[in-house]
T-cell receptor, first 113, second 111 residues
């Protein structure tokens, strides 16, 4: 079955530690996205990539980093510089051409204490 | 500035009580308007894409419509399993493939 996988579903970290969230897709999509979702704030774009080895900052990129070495994979690292990292993180993908819907993974809930 | 506003924030219905959710948008050159359903603790599930004013899409009890300024998601005779948050998003000419999301409408359908 084609789809997007995110792992792990729940992640706990101590403050000051970097953590990497996994996102893999087998939909042969060119573009991939990372969003953050907080209660009452909707989805906010962190980073996106429209082609391998290239990515752009979204609206809230500070404290995050990404890589796109393979078409199928777009890992997100939450660094210790992110001031409020506890949130629900969603990965999405779509075809690069405009007008195509994005498909989402199941999400990773990160809790930092 | 491109933006999306959804109303109401929350909607409570009795089973079988039809209603509509609203998505108002301002965007430079609409490329697509998207509706998603999101259950608690899960990723959004794609429902519909609308491209131009006058277009309509249907799926079971849901019907999405589009005008030049807004979109409606009509829910006919809802059931408790329709309870979820419904998200609206738009893609415009100036966004390079990115979507702008509204805050969502939380729908609760009681038996």
């Amino acid at each position: 079955d084609g789809g997007i996988t995110q792992s792990p579903k729940y992640l706990f970290r101590k403050e000051g530690q970097n953590v990497t969230l996994s996102c893999e897709q087998n939909l042969n999509h060119d573009a991939m996205y990372w969003y953050r979702q907080d209660p009452g704030q909707g989805l906010r774009l962190i980073y996106y990539s429209q082609i391998v080895n290239d990515f752009q900052k979204g609206d809230i990129a500070e404290g995050y980093s990404v890589s796109r070495e393979k078409k199928e994979s777009f890992p997100l690292t939450v660094t210790s510089a992110q001031k409020n990292p506890t949130a629900f993180y969603l990965c999405a993908s779509n075809h690069r051409d405009r007008g195509y819907e994005q498909y989402f993974g199941p999400g990773t809930r990160l809790t930092v204490t | 500035e491109d933006q999306v506003t959804q109303s109401p924030e929350a909607l409570r219905l009795q089973e079988g009580e039809s209603s509509s959710l609203n998505c108002s948008y301002t965007v430079s050159g609409l490329r697509g308007l998207f509706w998603y359903r999101q259950d608690p603790g899960k990723g959004p599930e794609f429902l519909f894409t609308l491209y131009s004013a006058g277009e309509e899409k249907e799926k079971e009890r849901l019907k999405a419509t589009l005008t030049k300024k807004e979109s409606f998601l009509h829910i006919t005779a809802p059931k408790p399993e329709d309870s979820a948050t419904y998200l609206c998003a738009v893609q415009g000419d100036n966004q390079g493939g990115k979507l702008i999301f509204g805050q969502g409408t939380e729908l609760s359908v009681k038996p």
